[in-house]
RNA sequence: GGCCCCAUCGUCUAGCGGUUAGGACACCGGCCUCUCACGCCGGUAACGGGAGUUCGAUUCUCCCUGGGGUCACCA
């Protein structure tokens, strides 16, 4: 009889989620799914002034958008008050921790005196063992830590890490407006919620020995600790602001489908054999700590956008065309009420998918389709839009209207008839052809292209073509 | 700086004492070709250094070096 796995994610709403917190969520969620247990999401908001509702908001949409799921909550813990203020109360009457009364201040001024005698800026203990209570000084209450010996602390991913106690010094628990602090709520909930597994940055493993002597001091189990390694930037710095798009949904508006960047995010870390591509099934099945890997991951987008190709390629039409909707208003090529079809919005998606990496690509590179009047790229105009082109275009057009039916192999002839009569490549046809239908040098197939828009608007385009001269000749 | 974690191609990784060190992204050739892509074929590229243990170390141990994390009335 085994305790069924429950763990958690426990963001702090104060910023949007990053890729970094995205993959810890991930692989709690994948650990969960994989042991048949619970996902919980918690907000951790004890810090009243950097927390703010729009973050919350976000990370919920950004796990909705990714698909990751959870059992229980968001739970938010300033809802949960009554809970750390009766752990505290505990601690105070059985002398496991202390008021202290040293002002922010006083402490400020020691610390970067400590750190001038390059000492350890460490609380002194001032207040450990005071006889009386000051009247009316604002306290808070800190922890009290053995003075000596050592706590270890036991990693699922790294074994047995051990702390001297010497290095922990007595940390706040309760602040002077009475909130709880992040190590100490954090075993409260972790240990009123049961969870038995808490995977989590290994940016946090130095809290741990701190909230391993907190779990004993309340006399709660000590849960199974996963600490997983952090995703760097292309520096090798820790990935932040600096490297671009770190907020997860701008990633949505930028055209990654979500099982993509899941999929991305899941083998930064972890890995099955030599297999890229999976399904979340497949993820879940597979998933175990013994295949995660324990050294910090550079975060490469190029590999991101190779693994949205696959997916685009297997995605289908009826999420592309979706996808690409909304990526059409985002990237105003359309408006919002632009009243086009769903059949109409998927038309173009087959011959544009194949050279798509992302969304947004593929909407930038439909924009010749859906929009009436395209312009015309001035370069690509001087040099394919001749003199010597034009009467090409012209013999095209009056050709295209004597057909009466416009497939790939009507038009393949057709073309192929003006190229042998001037006796040039196809190239020099369907280029000028390209830059009068697209108002680019590069597309999809000329005769896709052709098809795509069809008889009518190839025609318009053609003849507004052959009335095109470079403004700045 | 103290403490802690980490170390295979540029990047993500496979490897769990004996391999021509494998795969993927990227990169470089070639093929395909109306452009751009896709696709296909081929190629360049790694065990950070030094001591041990062992018949034998990429693999185990230690040291060095390097990278990262953390030292708040933030989480």
């Not at 001024?109 to 800026?121: C, H, I, Q, S, Y």
């Not at 010996?149 to 010094?169: A, H, P, S």
């Not at 009420?337 to 919005?345: D, L, S």
């Amino acid at each position: 009889m085994t305790i069924p796995v429950k763990v958690r994610f426990a963001p702090s709403p104060t910023g949007y989620l990053h890729i970094g917190g995205v993959r810890t969520a991930l692989f709690n969620w994948l650990f969960a799914r994989s042991m048949g247990g619970k996902f919980v999401l918690r907000i951790e908001d004890t810090d009243v002034s950097r927390s703010t509702e729009e973050s919350i908001q976000e990370i919920i949409s950004a796990m909705k958008w990714l698909g990751l799921d959870w059992d229980e909550g968001p739970y938010r813990q300033m809802e949960r008050r009554e809970l750390y203020d009766r752990a505290v109360e505990k601690l105070l009457a059985e002398k496991k921790a202390y008021r202290c009364y040293c002002s922010a201040e006083m402490l400020d001024a020691k610390r970067k005196e400590a750190l001038e005698r390059k000492a350890k800026p460490k609380y002194d203990g001032t207040c450990r063992n005071l006889a009386s209570a000051p009247d009316g000084t604002p306290f808070v209450v800190r922890f009290k830590v053995p003075a000596e010996g050592k706590v270890t602390v036991k990693d699922l991913l790294r074994g047995n890490v051990t702390f001297d106690n010497e290095e922990l010094d007595d940390f706040i628990v309760q602040r002077t407006d009475g909130t709880p602090t992040y190590n100490f709520v954090v075993v409260v909930d972790d240990a009123e919620m049961e969870i038995t597994h808490v995977i989590r940055g290994d940016d946090h493993l130095s809290n741990t020995p701190r909230q391993a002597l907190m779990y004993d001091a309340l006399g709660y189990p000590r849960p199974q600790f996963a600490h997983i390694s952090m995703i760097l930037g292309t520096d090798k710095a820790r990935l932040s602001k600096r490297h671009g798009a770190t907020s997860t949904l701008a990633y949505r508006d930028m055209g990654y489908l979500p099982d993509a960047l899941i999929n991305y995010l899941a083998r930064l870390g972890w890995s099955h054999g030599d297999q890229e591509i999976f399904t979340r099934d497949e993820m879940v099945q597979f998933f175990n700590f013994d295949s995660v890997s324990v050294s910090a991951a550079v975060f490469n987008p190029e590999k991101l956008l190779w693994l949205n190709h696959q997916y685009i390629q297997n995605a289908s039409l009826e999420t592309l065309t979706t996808l690409l909707e909304s990526l059409l208003i985002h990237e105003k090529v359309l408006p919002d009420n632009h009243g086009k079809t769903q059949e109409e919005i998927a038309r173009p998606i087959p011959i544009l998918k194949e050279r798509s990496q992302t969304i947004k690509e593929m909407a930038e590179k439909a924009d010749f389709y859906f929009r009436e009047e395209i312009e015309i790229d001035e370069k690509a105009g001087k040099k394919f839009l001749t003199e010597t082109a034009k009467p090409l275009l012209l013999e095209l057009s009056s050709g295209l209207q004597d057909l009466n039916e416009i497939t790939e192999a009507t038009l393949e002839k057709l073309f192929k008839e003006i190229v042998e009569k001037a006796d040039i490549k196809l190239g020099k046809l369907a280029q000028p052809v390209r830059v009068a239908l697209t108002g680019n040098t590069a597309s999809p197939g000329i005769y896709d292209v052709v098809l795509l828009l069809g008889k009518e608007r190839t025609l318009k385009r053609l003849s507004d073509a052959i009335k095109f001269s470079p403004s700045n000749a």
